[in-house]
C-alpha cells in the first residue's frame, strides 16, 4: 500500500479532462482541460449547468466536477 500524498492548496491536479485547482478543504476552480470557463466546485455543489438541473430530481447527483474535486481530496481513491 502506498502513502497518501499531501494536497496542496493552490497547485494543479489533472483528473481526467479536467484541472482541479483547491482553494479551499472543501472548495475548488475546476477547468476543462479544452476550455478557459472556470467552475466553482464544492463537495456540496457546483455552478455547472448539469448539476444545477439534475440535482433539482437527484439531491444526491454529483456532477464530473465535484467527483474530480473529492477524488482529488481523497487522494486518487
Not at 9 to 17: A, K, M, N, Q, T
Amino acid at each position: 500500500m502506498s502513502a497518501k500524498k499531501e494536497v496542496k492548496l493552490f497547485e494543479p491536479y489533472e483528473v481526467g479532462d479536467v484541472i482541479v485547482f483547491l482553494t479551499s478543504k472543501t472548495s475548488a476552480k475546476v477547468v476543462d482541460i479544452d476550455c478557459r470557463w472556470e467552475l466553482e466546485a464544492t463537495t456540496t455543489g457546483c455552478e455547472c449547468c448539469t448539476y444545477q438541473w439534475r440535482s433539482r430530481s437527484n439531491k444526491h447527483f454529483k456532477c464530473r466536477h465535484m467527483e474530480a474535486l473529492l477524488h482529488v481530496l481523497n487522494n486518487g481513491e
